[in-house]
């Protein structure tokens, strides 16, 4: 993993403020979607990859979106990543939701 990854994490309450931080994140900065999780009931999180900067800017705009739409309950971004965390993000669940979301989104 080069130095200059980052992972960036947004948690907020609902469907609809998470859906609008996501799309505010990956139009705004040049990063991935890796990962949705339900953290518990009615709270969920996304984790993004992309370079520090991309990372900090797409944060930053998906916690605009969400205070626009919702709660937003925490958010953090990791600079340089520990490899083991990383690959926390890259599990076969995640893969799962990941092709969910493309499909709801017209992807193949």
């Given amino acids: 993993m080069s130095s200059d990854i980052a992972i960036g994490i947004v948690e907020t309450r609902g469907v609809v403020a998470l859906s609008a931080g996501i799309e505010a994140m990956i139009k705004t900065a040049d990063v991935r979607c890796v990962g949705v ?5 009615g709270y969920l999180a996304v984790a993004v990859r992309g370079t520090l900067a991309a990372v900090r800017q797409a944060v930053a705009a998906g916690e605009a ?23 926390l993000l890259d599990n076969p669940d995640t893969a799962r939701i990941r092709e969910v979301m493309a499909g709801l989104r017209g992807e193949s």
């Fill in 37 to 41: 999780e339900r953290v518990t009931s």
């Fill in 65 to 87: 979106a969400i205070r626009a739409h919702g709660e937003l309950r925490s958010s953090q971004v990791y600079p340089k990543p520990h490899p083991t965390t990383a690959a």
